[in-house]
């Protein structure tokens, strides 16, 4: 493997570990309840619930972080691919590693929840390791 391979691999394996640890990491949030008692009163219920972080997201929201894990495998597919796409894979490359990039970023503009705009920052570590294997790799081609 070269080095342009195994910088894609290890860009693939940290957003893996990204993913792993955001949704398996013990977090505690709060559950509201209120319920309706007999006479009309509502009476509400305030509690702190240890749990993991996915229980917390729900389904559809750990599929969205499985986004970054899918970019980085196809950045290392195509490190790996000697066909016609191999040419064209470290501007690929360059192109998915800015597309994680922007990826991390989204959630500090767009999501209002305090807890979780922060999850876009586990992943920037695979991002920049593919936007610098792809650089260096387009500078060492040219030299």
């Known amino acids: 493997m070269n080095y ?20 398996l990491w013990p977090i505690g949030y709060s559950e509201n309840t209120s319920t309706t008692l007999p006479g009309g009163s509502i009476r509400a219920v305030f509690g702190y619930s240890p749990g993991p972080f996915r229980r917390y997201l729900g389904t559809e929201d750990v599929m969205l972080l499985l986004i970054p894990v899918a970019l980085t495998g196809l950045a290392f597919w195509l490190a790996c691919s000697r066909s016609a796409c191999a040419k064209w894979g470290k501007l690929a490359q360059w192109g998915l590693g800015a597309l994680c990039l922007v990826y991390c970023s989204v959630p500090l503009w767009f999501v209002q929840d305090v807890d979780i705009s922060f ?18 790799a387009a500078f060492w081609a040219k030299h």
């Open 4 to 23: 342009f391979q195994v910088s894609s691999l290890m860009a693939h394996v940290l957003a893996w570990v990204a993913f792993l640890g955001v949704i």
């Open 119 to 136: 999850i876009g920052v586990f992943f920037l570590p695979a991002a920049l390791v593919l936007l610098v294997s792809a650089t260096t």
